[in-house]
């Protein structure tokens, strides 16, 4: 049995919440605003007790497992952080992710921030009358867990892109995907690199599940998406048992009202559609693991329902 555990949720527009019991109770960080914008959050992988969220008004880091929280004065003040990835080797090394879409990287444990150069043609023109600024921003961001030089990066509307040196230069890979350089087929919602049973890159492109099992030269469609299920929208992955156990947040569609959990075992080679206590109020928006518990599983839905399973994903409860 699972013991008690700590599970931070960030809202769009009203904080953060915290629950140090599993989900049975929740209460709000202090100092933070009540109304921050809260689009991630993220634990460091050595030290969980270290805790960046990504807001409206750039990074907030907590010391002490997200009983409080304190605002980073840097570089990306007044920035709308999206995505934030912490070195598995030197969680010194902090990378986010901004809208309009730019990476930024911190070596010191985000106290200071460089802006990188990784260019992004975005699909959609950030101005001018066609702009669709909504869609332009780093949807995510993976230091892989073997070799950490090599750091992934992807934005909705603009594929994905590789760094092997740590973030110093990037190439973009997207040319690489299978179909077109249509809108269905750069918009990507998130990445993660499995270390088991092979190292590969689980691609979350808006309609299907996409990996590769060579750095991103070649890439298959894993069957999670539009052509296999009722549910074709996915908007984010999470990873369990080293990678081989991945998890997929679905929806009928980005502002819809249907979600589910989809589930795949063996690393993508066969999926199947988890069963909740109630139908989710709209797409699952939110997945997370935990690295020390391998049966925990919480999501959490566009619109604030909190499922959480402490068996892998078998059998849920609604928080």
């Known amino acids: 049995m699972i013991a008690d555990f ?34 991630e959050v993220h634990s460091d992988p ?46 010194d090394i902090v ?21 990188l150069n ?5 699909v959609f023109p950030l101005t001018g009358p066609d702009r669709i600024p909504e869609i332009n921003r780093v949807t995510g961001i993976a230091v892989d867990p073997i070799d950490h030089n090599i750091v992934w990066a992807c934005v909705e509307a603009d594929g994905v892109r590789r760094s092997t040196d740590g973030g110093d230069t990037w190439v973009d890979v997207s040319p690489n995907l299978p179909g077109d350089m249509s809108f ?14 092979r190292k590969g890159v689980i691609l979350n492109r808006n309609n299907e599940i996409l990996i590769s099992n060579d750095e991103g030269e070649t890439w298959h ?7 296999n299920w009722p549910l074709p929208f996915l908007r984010n992955v999470a990873l369990a048992d080293m990678g081989k156990t991945i998890y997929v947040g679905a929806g009928d569609d980005a502002a819809g009202y249907e979600g589910g959990i989809r589930r795949s075992k ?16 709209t797409p699952i928006y939110g997945l997370a ?8 599983v919480a999501a959490g839905s566009r619109h604030g329902q909190i499922f959480i399973s402490r068996d892998r994903g078998d059998w849920w409860a609604k928080s």
């Open 289 to 296: 693991t935990h690295p020390m518990l391998p049966g925990l």
């Open 266 to 281: 063996d690393r993508g080679e066969s999926w199947e559609d988890l069963e909740l206590p109630i139908e989710p109020n």
């Open 118 to 122: 990784c260019p992004w043609n975005p």
């Open 221 to 227: 469609a894993s069957g999670a998406g539009v052509d």
């Open 95 to 115: 990378y986010a992710g901004t809208k309009p879409p730019c990476l930024y990287r911190s070596r010191d444990g985000a106290r200071t921030f460089e802006k």
């Open 6 to 39: 700590t599970i931070l949720v960030g809202t769009v527009g009203r904080g953060l919440s915290v629950s140090r019991d599993g989900g049975k109770n929740w209460r709000r960080p202090t100092p933070m605003v009540a109304d921050t914008r809260v689009y």
């Open 184 to 197: 269905d087929y750069v918009d990507m919602h998130d990445v993660a690199v499995s270390a088991s049973p």
């Open 46 to 91: 050595v030290n969980p007790s270290v805790v960046y969220a990504g807001t409206d008004n750039g990074i907030c880091k907590s010391e002490d497992g997200g009983v409080t929280f304190r605002q980073m004065d840097n570089v990306l003040n007044d920035q709308w952080v999206w995505r934030i990835a912490v070195d598995p080797v030197d969680p």
